[in-house]
Structure formats: C-alpha cells, structure tokens
C-alpha cells in the first residue's frame, strides 16, 4: 500500500507540475491590485518575466506569488516608471526577495527613504540602464517601445516626478497595450503630438485616473477600446475623477478597475 501511495503522490506531483505549466505557459500580462498604485507583470510563454512598478508597500510580493511557482525566485525585468511612493515601494521588497537581471528606469533623483533603498539595491543588479524615447526591449516576437521621456533625465533632482514617467508600448501578440505612468494632460497632449499616429487596444489609464490626465486629445489619438484603472478601493484622492469615467463612456471605451476587479489578466 506504501508504494501505491508513493506512487499515486509522485504521479499527482507530476499531474500538478503539468497543470502548472499549462496555466504558466499562455503569453499575459496581469494588472495587479496593490491598492492606490501600479504594477504590472508581463509572462511569455516561454517564461519571459517582467515586472513594471511594486505599488506601495510588499503586496506586490503576495501578487507575485499567485503568478509564480514557488521555487521561481527570479525576474528578467523590473522597470521603474518613475520614483513616486506608489511606484517604487514594492519594488524595493523585490529586489531583496528575487534575483533581477536588468533594470530599466528613468534615473529621477527623489529625497526620500525609499529612494535611498532603491539606489542601495541597484548596486546588486547587473545591468542597470535609463531609459529614453527611441529604446526598445524585445522578447519572444514581443516589443516594449519607450515613447517618454523624450530626454535622458538621470540625475535630475525632483519634488514631483509623475511627468517624468516611463510611457510604453506594447505590441506583438494580439493586442497593443499602451502603458503610461503616472504622467499628467501636459505630457499626454506632447506624447500626442509626437507620435499622431499612436494607436493601441488596451490602454493602462495614467495617473490611477486622475481629473488631471486622460485628456480628449489623448484619447482621440490612442483610440482604445479597453481602459485598466490601477486604484485603491476608497482612496482619499476621489480616483477615478467621474469626469474622466464619464469621458471614457462617451468615447465607447470599457473600464476595468482594480478596485472592483481584484488582479486584472488579459491574454496577450
């Protein structure tokens, strides 16, 4: 009987490894709920991971764990958009937990604990680099384009970093996801004008739908036809602005939000 019960447990092991790489192996991307901030985790199928801001605090490390087995402690990819609490927080609890192969951020220079942290944890990263419109990360036929900032900004002291933010687009499977920090209506009106003919499918709204971004303009260039609104249930900020949901309407645009939604997965 022992090895009959060996037997079936080394089988269903097995079973339950299969299954798991059933789940694992789809190409996605997962908009996770950390509460009032960003993060998003991308996976191709052939285990390709990057991660794209921590939110605030260590959820994120509870985020992660839904989306990896436990014995996978390693990322391809963090990419920082900009240094503000609710982007930076989280990541710094990842890199004491995982091992990173490269960093992409955009050098913003912010007085602040947590800044502090970050830089002290870079030093244990192999390749470390800034980012700038025109760069281009490439992997298993997908493309993350850096359309902003449009300057190299290393260095540069700031009190307020959401312009800075790391805008991209993400394109190669069967939607194009156009992601964008936290950035305001100033830089989405320029992104606009830069790039007319910028389109993508599914656009991650800035700024956790702020009343000060998701201009019409933007929106008439981008022309999605899915917004994902990355924000805390009963935040103190009124987010999303009901302006902006309505705007959303009017354009025939779907919403999901975090807050309501939990962790949102799309399939790329």
Known sequence: MKKIAYGMLAFLSLLAFELWGEVMSRDKIVFFDVGQGDSIFIESSSGHQILIDGGPGSQVLQNLSRQLPFWDRSLDLIILTHPDYDHISGLIDVLKRYKVDSVLWNGVVRETAEWDAWDEE?????????????QRVAWDGFSLEILHPFEIREGEVMTQSNDSSIVALLTGGKRSILLT????????????????????????????????????????????????????????????????????????????????????????
């Open 181 to 268: 920090g936290d950035i305001s209506g100033t830089v989405e009106r320029d992104i606009a004008l830069a790039y007319p003919d910028l389109r993508a499918d599914i656009l991650k709204v800035a700024h956790h739908g702020s009343a000060f971004s998701s201009t019409p303009i933007f929106l008439r260039t981008v022309l999605p036809f899915l917004a994902v609104i990355e924000v805390g249930e009963g935040n103190s900020y009124g987010h999303p602005a009901p302006p902006v949901l309505a705007l959303f309407a009017q354009y025939g645009i779907q919403v999901l939000r975090t807050d309501e939604e939990g962790d949102i997965s799309l399939a790329l």
């Open 122 to 134: 870079l030093n244990g990263v192999e390749r470390v680099a800034i980012a700038e419109a025109g």
